[in-house]
């Protein structure tokens, strides 16, 4: 037998020991392996909104227009009651809740559609609503609570009594396993009755009010259970966590709200914990199986971050498009000039890329599919596409971007917020966990079969090793199959098929790599983050296009105007990302050819693409929708009833 290694230390050692060890099903997963699990993709339809569905989301819109005023929640750093108010009122705290409990009961996919119009308009209030429906207590309750738990508490939160997740402390961001707010288990006449709860967490949205006031009535807190304080320190390897709904007016619990440079009327700040007694029914899950249950919950409600990047993607795509046919430059819109209009040609293609993710996960997550790898991918590629977007949006606005909407006014502009939208973005590359970690995370679980057979071989016995090499008797043949080294994709067009072959020829070379950097690495493999990295950004961009293959095959979008044509600029670009044009090379790469987006980017300053912009509040001056145009601005450019949109 081999001598024995150990290959993961400290925090890295608990969190193997708190891994959810279900083999992966998913489709990024196989793409690790040279698998292409295209039948998931085969096997989804777009569902029709329901009914109930289709009210809400009117009903939503009409309170978004007249009662949400994004400026003001920025100004005033605060959402007020008179919108809370209306929110519970119209359900919106009961998304997800079934009907049977008093909510609305809509699906994953329709809940994407609502965070998809919330995140076009204001973002504090996108947050107010998916802290609480998303990742706050009813999730968790519905995952792993019991009969009575739901019971008791779902109909309660559907009312509108707001919740949120309380999991970071200031010493343990990622690094959850160095959690030290400890739950101490109470016992009367030998049988536990509950536990008393102390530490500190830190940024709990929804938690805070104002500084010593709730907005929250209920948290989950995961904690460390303990026998005595000091076991908080014991090694990370031994520790135990507990999920916990808390009473926030319970006896020992505070807060405090924090102030941050966007997003200001977000309510998250520090809950303080000193001796909360907790009874025991208010535990989720078995002792010990609180932190990995819990998270579960996080899976599905990461989600909801892509859906609302969606809805501000698509108003960049608005004001771009509204901004480069408005603007007159060197005797022509400055849309027409093909640098301006590659970026408007970007932001169309990343929507049409990112709605068809969004759609696709949503689908997967009410079939029970297997998407742990895929929400975090959603998630990384939702939030950098939405901050590149922003950043060429800020660049095509000029100084204008850089002003508030206030002092445009000044000098008769139109009041845009872009530099409050670019403010507010900012955060979602790290919340919901950080993109790097995401990243690093997408690498360890996708290679998570790399890891425990070549652990196999390196450690184990005659018996076990023989086990363990034909799953790298599969991973070579696919690997090293003839089609992962010729199949480079088409230089041009937007056929399915050739690009179909163009993933599958690249999961092969992901295979290859991945198989190479395992045997090489070993036991250093988990320190090699910039090679993990690479193999991760690979496996995202696959999932990308085929996403979009199949989102473009749908009926509905297949007869839309430039569809075809969006889906082969986005797929050239990732193409350009595996085989990059030398930056000298006499032949342009085709996505970067000056007459080909001179003439898509024409197309969509036109309104031929103007159906990406469905599903959001397009924006107008004082985020109102149906404000006066302002002297000076070119009619319908930008202002536009928002009925379609």
Same mark, same amino acid.
């Given at each position: 037998?081999?001598?024995?290694?150990?290959?993961?230390?400290?925090?890295?050692?608990?969190?193997?020991?708190?891994?959810?060890?279900?083999?992966?099903?998913?489709?990024?997963?196989?793409?690790?392996?040279g698998v292409v699990r295209r039948s998931l993709f085969t096997a989804a339809s777009i569902p029709a909104m329901s009914d109930d569905a289709t009210e809400f989301?009117?009903?939503?819109?009409?309170?978004?227009?007249?009662?949400?005023?994004?400026?003001?929640?920025?100004?005033?750093?605060?959402?007020?009651?008179?919108?809370?108010?209306?929110?519970?009122?119209?359900?919106?705290?009961?998304?997800?809740?079934?009907?049977?409990?008093?909510?609305?009961?809509l699906s994953q996919s329709e809940y994407h559609t609502v965070a998809t119009l919330l995140g076009s308009h204001d973002a504090a209030t996108s947050v107010l609503?998916?802290?609480?429906?998303?990742?706050?207590?009813?999730?968790?309750?519905?995952?792993?609570?019991?009969?009575?738990?739901?019971?008791?508490?779902?109909?309660?939160?559907?009312?509108? =009594?707001?919740?949120?997740?309380?999991?970071?402390?200031?010493?343990?961001?990622?690094?959850?396993?160095?959690?030290?707010?400890?739950?101490?288990?109470?016992?009367?006449? +030998?049988?536990?009755?509950?536990?008393?709860?102390?530490?500190?967490?830190?940024?709990?949205?929804?938690?805070?009010?104002?500084?010593?006031?709730?907005?929250?009535?209920?948290?989950?807190?995961?904690?460390?259970?303990?026998?005595?304080? #000091?076991?908080?320190?014991?090694?990370?390897?031994?520790?135990?966590?507990?999920?916990?709904?808390?009473?926030?007016?319970?006896?020992?619990?505070?807060?405090?709200?924090?102030?941050?440079?966007?997003?200001?009327?977000?309510?998250?700040?520090?809950?303080?914990?000193?001796?909360?007694?907790?009874?025991?029914?208010?535990?989720?899950?078995?002792?010990?199986?609180?932190?990995?249950?819990?998270?579960?919950?996080?899976?599905?409600?990461?989600?909801?971050?892509?859906?609302?990047?969606?809805?501000?993607?698509?108003?960049?795509?608005?004001?771009?498009?509204?901004? =480069?046919?408005?603007?007159? #430059?060197?005797?022509?819109?400055?849309?027409?000039?093909?640098?301006?209009?590659?970026?408007?040609?970007?932001?169309?293609?990343?929507?049409?890329?990112?709605?068809?993710?969004?759609? %696709?996960?949503?689908?997967?997550?009410?079939?029970?599919?297997?998407?742990?790898?895929?929400?975090?991918?959603?998630?990384?590629?939702?939030?950098?596409?939405?901050?590149?977007?922003?950043?060429?949006?800020?660049?095509?606005?000029?100084?204008?971007?850089?002003?508030?909407?206030?002092?445009?006014?000044?000098?008769?502009?139109?009041?845009?917020?872009?530099?409050?939208?670019?403010?507010?973005?900012?955060?979602?590359? %790290?919340?919901?966990?950080?993109?790097?970690?995401?990243?690093?995370?997408?690498?360890?679980?996708?290679?998570?079969?790399?890891?425990? #057979? +070549?652990?196999?071989?390196?450690?184990?016995?005659?018996?076990?090793?023989?086990?363990?090499?034909?799953?790298?008797?599969?991973?070579?043949?696919?690997?090293?199959?003839?089609?992962?080294?010729?199949?480079?994709?088409?230089?041009?067009?937007?056929?399915?098929?050739?690009?179909?072959?163009?993933?599958?020829?690249?999961?092969?070379?992901?295979?290859?790599?991945?198989?190479?950097?395992?045997?090489?690495?070993?036991?250093?493999?988990?320190?090699?983050?910039?090679?993990?990295?690479?193999?991760?950004?690979?496996?995202?961009?696959?999932?990308?296009?085929? =996403?979009?293959?199949?989102?473009?095959?749908?009926?509905?979008?297949?007869?839309?105007?430039?569809?075809?044509?969006?889906?082969?600029?986005?797929?050239?670009?990732?193409?350009?990302?595996?085989?990059?044009?030398?930056?000298?090379?006499?032949?342009?790469?085709?996505?970067?050819?000056?007459?080909?987006?001179?003439?898509?980017?024409?197309?969509?300053?036109?309104?031929?693409?103007?159906?990406?912009?469905?599903?959001?509040?397009?924006?107008?001056?004082?985020?109102?929708?149906?404000?006066?145009?302002?002297?000076?601005?070119?009619?319908?450019?930008?202002?536009?009833?928002?009925?379609?949109?």
């Amino acid at each position: 037998m081999a001598t024995p290694h150990t290959l993961f230390k400290g925090s890295l050692a608990a969190a193997e020991a708190a891994r959810d060890t279900r083999a992966y099903s998913g489709f990024i997963a196989g793409l690790f392996e040279g698998v292409v699990r295209r039948s998931l993709f085969t096997a989804a339809s777009i569902p029709a909104m329901s009914d109930d569905a289709t009210e809400f989301l009117d009903t939503l819109r009409l309170l978004l227009v007249d009662t949400v005023d994004p400026e003001a929640i920025d100004r005033d750093g605060a959402i007020g009651e008179d919108v809370i108010g209306a929110f519970k009122a119209i359900g919106a705290f009961g998304i997800k809740i079934p009907r049977s409990y008093g909510g609305l009961g809509l699906s994953q996919s329709e809940y994407h559609t609502v965070a998809t119009l919330l995140g076009s308009h204001d973002a504090a209030t996108s947050v107010l609503l998916s802290a609480h429906n998303s990742i706050g207590v009813a999730e968790p309750v519905k995952l792993v609570g019991n009969r009575e738990q739901q019971q008791r508490l779902l109909p309660r939160l559907a009312r509108g =009594a707001i919740s949120g997740f309380a999991l970071t402390e200031k010493n343990a961001g990622c690094d959850i396993w160095a959690l030290k707010t400890y739950a101490i288990p109470v016992h009367e006449g +030998g049988v536990l009755v509950g536990y008393r709860l102390t530490g500190e967490k830190l940024y709990t949205t929804n938690a805070p009010r104002d500084q010593h006031e709730f907005l929250a009535s209920l948290l989950v807190v995961i904690a460390q259970i303990v026998t005595v304080p #000091q076991d908080v320190d014991r090694p990370k390897e031994g520790r135990r966590f507990g999920a916990f709904v808390v009473e926030t007016n319970s006896e020992g619990c505070r807060c405090t709200r924090l102030n941050f440079m966007g997003v200001r009327g977000i309510y998250n700040g520090q809950v303080h914990l000193r001796n909360v007694f907790v009874p025991v029914t208010d535990r989720l899950g078995d002792e010990g199986e609180g932190l990995r249950r819990a998270l579960e919950s996080l899976t599905v409600g990461r989600l909801t971050l892509p859906a609302a990047c969606l809805g501000n993607l698509k108003q960049c795509l608005w004001l771009a498009r509204a901004r =480069a046919q408005q603007r007159v #430059q060197y005797d022509r819109p400055i849309g027409e000039h093909t640098d301006i209009g590659s970026k408007i040609v970007l932001m169309a293609s990343r929507v049409l890329a990112l709605e068809a993710i969004v759609k %696709i996960t949503g689908i997967w997550a009410d079939a029970k599919v297997d998407v742990r790898l895929e929400s975090a991918a959603a998630k990384v590629l939702a939030t950098e596409w939405l901050l590149d977007s922003l950043l060429d949006l800020f660049r095509i606005y000029g100084g204008r971007a850089f002003e508030t909407p206030d002092s445009l006014r000044l000098h008769g502009d139109l009041p845009v917020p872009i530099e409050r939208m670019i403010r507010d973005a900012l955060i979602n590359v %790290i919340w919901e966990g950080s993109n790097g970690i995401l990243t690093l995370w997408i690498a360890r679980e996708g290679l998570t079969e790399y890891v425990t #057979q +070549g652990r196999t071989l390196l450690e184990g016995g005659i018996d076990e090793m023989a086990q363990a090499i034909p799953f790298f008797t599969r991973i070579s043949a696919r690997a090293f199959s003839p089609m992962g080294f010729l199949m480079r994709g088409p230089r041009s067009g937007a056929d399915t098929a050739s690009w179909q072959r163009f993933v599958s020829a690249q999961s092969h070379a992901l295979a290859r790599k991945a198989l190479w950097v395992s045997a090489r690495d070993r036991y250093n493999l988990p320190r090699n983050q910039r090679v993990l990295r690479s193999l991760v950004t690979a496996g995202l961009q696959l999932f990308a296009v085929e =996403a979009l293959l199949w989102y473009a095959s749908q009926p509905k979008i297949r007869e839309q105007a430039l569809s075809g044509a969006l889906v082969e600029d986005f797929c050239l670009r990732v193409k350009e990302t595996f085989y990059p044009t030398p930056l000298l090379s006499l032949k342009a790469p085709l996505w970067d050819d000056d007459r080909r987006l001179f003439h898509l980017a024409k197309d969509i300053l036109t309104g031929r693409g103007e159906w990406l912009e469905e599903g959001i509040i397009p924006c107008c001056p004082g985020g109102r929708t149906g404000a006066a145009e302002p002297a000076g601005v070119m009619p319908g450019a930008l202002v536009e009833p928002w009925s379609g949109h």
